[in-house]
């Protein structure tokens, strides 16, 4: 366990060390809760440069989604439902719980894998409960690497998330999200956040942001990326950002 830690530790480090000198500062956006609504969903694909679409399973418009935004090159993740804790609000019919056995888990990951076609990696919907649990978040791990060796993104619902430390441990690519552009709607917060992104993408070498496909969000990223690059930054795909 003691090296399990060590290793945590290092991926910890390379993902958060300072910015080298002449080095491009990067940022990678996924937006999540993509599957339901068309027209923000093709918005959402329209963004400009590779940000990521992170696509609810057995939602109405995933197939089609997925396929369009591979179609366009950007890179698809299936967003994975699991528990969370507290009172469970979550509409999703597929979710990863705690009371799954592990032939549950399995089949229930396998049918969402299949319903978002041209995923590439898996990040959290919600998971507060569920993603501290080292158990699950093993058999998570083990179900990437049985399907073609899959990245994961950590929402980081939780700060007692164990997901990185069990990927870094069993050899999963795999990173976590530094800023929520969207906690609410508001111009301001969006405005903010954003900036944050920038401000831990100069100071680490490197960010992951999470939003969602509103009306206000998408504003705002359609006007401030074309603009990220004569600002000294560079916008990647989030695959570029994971490590083992």
Same mark, same amino acid.
């Given at each position: $366990?003691? *090296? ?54 057995? @939602?109405?418009?995933?197939?089609? +989604? ?8 950007? /890179? ?5 439902? $699991? ?9 999703? %019919?597929?979710? $990863? @719980? ?7 888990? %399995? ?21 507060? +409960? ?14 990437? +690497? ?11 619902? @939780? ?7 069990? %990927?870094?441990?069993?050899? =999963? ?13 508001? *111009?301001?917060? +969006? ?14 070498? *490197? ?30 795909? =989030? *695959? /570029?950002?994971?490590?083992?």
């Amino acid at each position: $366990m003691t *090296s399990a830690k060590a290793l945590l530790a290092a991926v910890l480090v390379a993902l958060s060390a300072p910015l080298a000198a002449g080095q491009i500062p990067r940022i990678a956006i996924i937006i999540d809760d993509l599957g339901y609504e068309l027209l923000a969903g093709e918005r959402t694909i329209a963004l400009p440069g590779p940000v990521a679409c992170a696509i609810l399973p057995g @939602t109405p418009r995933a197939r089609y +989604l997925a396929n369009v935004a591979n179609a366009q090159g950007k /890179e698809v993740l299936l967003h994975l439902p $699991m528990q969370a804790v507290g009172p469970e609000t979550s509409v999703e %019919a597929t979710r $990863m @719980t705690l009371d799954m056995s592990r032939s549950s888990f %399995a089949a229930t990951f396998a049918a969402a894998f299949d319903s978002v076609p041209h995923a590439i990696g898996i990040n959290n919907h919600r998971g507060s +409960l569920l993603t501290r649990h080292p158990g699950h978040m093993q058999w998570l791990m083990e179900e990437l +690497l049985e399907h073609d060796g899959l990245f994961f993104v950590d929402s980081f619902t @939780t700060a007692e998330s164990v997901a990185l430390q069990i %990927a870094s441990e069993l050899g =999963v690519q795999a990173t976590r999200r530094d800023v929520f552009l969207d906690p609410d709607k508001t *111009s301001l917060t +969006l405005r903010r956040e954003f900036e944050r992104l920038k401000t831990v993408a100069r100071k680490r070498g *490197s960010a992951v942001a999470i939003g969602h496909p509103y009306e206000s969000t998408l504003a705002l990223l359609e006007r401030e990326l074309p603009r990220l690059a004569e600002q000294g930054f560079d916008l990647v795909p =989030v *695959s /570029e950002l994971v490590a083992n």
